[in-house]
T-cell receptor
């Protein structure tokens, strides 16, 4: 129940394409769903996050879609660029839960 | 500049040796965390601390130890009991105790000689 399942494991798109990364969770007590971006040899950094009271959130070229009834959420990257090539992690946490549960990560490569 | 620093960037361990990874934050965050990342895998929680002088085991605490004597510092010791220590170690912190947004350091890569 504490798992967050992330897919695909890796993804290759052309520049300008729209990669989509999906995550699913079981525990309905989760109330915060962040996405982290990690470049090789660096620590992850928060990219965008959503709470379950909204179905979509956009920040620049990054959009989270959230489906509370299906317990799924996804990251869309509009007009993807080679500089977006990184590993992306979805995650889930709950107030007072102290821990964040991370997905296994998706390695994205954007071809120039 | 506020942030999290980890040192060293690379660390080499000999058989039977204990090594300590440093993590310091100046964000005034209460909670701090240690994660292990293996190639192509996600983040696995080793230990976390919600407050000074208190810490809890994560999912893979065996072979590791921590201390939290100061709010800013959360060092991780990889003991000789950890038989497969080669990995990328990440320290993180978060505001308060909700464990929401986590701020990560740049990581320490540990290699076994």
């Amino acid at each position: 129940q504490q798992q967050v399942k992330q897919s695909p494991q890796s993804l290759i798109v052309q520049k300008g394409g729209i990669p989509i990364i999906n995550c699913a969770y079981e525990n309905t007590a989760f109330d915060y769903f962040p996405w982290y971006q990690q470049f090789p040899g660096k620590g992850p950094a928060l990219l965008i996050a959503i709470r379950p009271d909204v179905s979509e959130k956009k920040e620049g070229r990054f959009t989270i879609s959230f489906n509370k009834s299906a317990k799924q959420f996804s990251l869309h990257i509009m007009d993807s660029q080679p500089g977006d090539s990184a590993t992306y992690f979805c995650a889930a946490s709950m107030r007072g839960g102290f821990k964040t549960i991370f997905g296994a990560g998706t390695r994205l490569f954007v071809k120039a | 500049d506020g942030g999290i620093t980890q040192s060293p960037k690379y660390l080499f361990r000999k058989e039977g040796q204990n090594v300590t990874l440093s993590c310091e934050q100046n964000l005034n965050h209460d909670a701090m965390y240690w994660y292990r990342q293996d190639p192509g895998q996600g983040l696995r929680l080793i230990y976390y601390s919600q407050i000074v002088n208190d810490f809890q085991k994560g999912d893979i605490a065996e072979g590791y130890s921590v201390s939290r004597e100061k709010k800013e510092s959360f060092p991780l010791t990889v003991t000789s009991a950890q038989k497969n220590p080669t990995a990328f170690y990440l320290c993180a912190s978060s505001i308060g105790v909700s464990g929401e947004t986590q701020y990560f350091g740049p990581g320490t890569r540990l290699l076994v000689l």
